[in-house]
């Protein structure tokens, strides 16, 4: 579970979760989106495992998104409750210098596809 901002400096969490099941049919927001209404599976702050509903854009939902299989979500919160949206990317943490070594001090080789 990583702690994030959204583009207008909202606090959000983002974090792993298991797709249990999605409506069948979409619905249609106040703001004419389509959405679905999804079961995910994810381990909270806590280590405990929750089962809660989110909400999947009908864009989201049409990429392939499958039950059983694992996705980004967003928690934001939504005055007592929390809104969850559960999209059709899969999560992974974001990679860090330490991943690759040192970028500052080895000299930097052409690869055969930047000299083709």
Excluded at 59 to 82: F, S
Excluded at 89 to 111: I, Q, V
């Amino acid at each position: 579970m990583k702690k994030t901002t959204d583009d207008q400096g909202n606090l959000q969490y983002e974090f792993n979760c298991e797709l249990l099941s999605v409506s069948s049919e979409p619905k249609t927001n106040v703001n004419g989106k389509q959405y679905r209404v999804g079961t995910i599976r994810f381990e909270d702050a806590n280590k405990k495992m929750q089962q809660v509903t989110a909400i999947i854009y009908e864009k989201n939902y049409q990429r392939g998104m499958e039950v059983g299989e694992n996705y980004l979500a967003t928690a934001r919160p939504d005055g007592k409750d929390v809104f969850i949206t559960c999209t059709a990317l899969k999560y992974a943490e974001r990679a860090s210098t330490d991943m690759f070594g040192a970028f500052e001090s080895a000299p930097a080789e052409k690869s055969e596809e930047a000299t083709k």
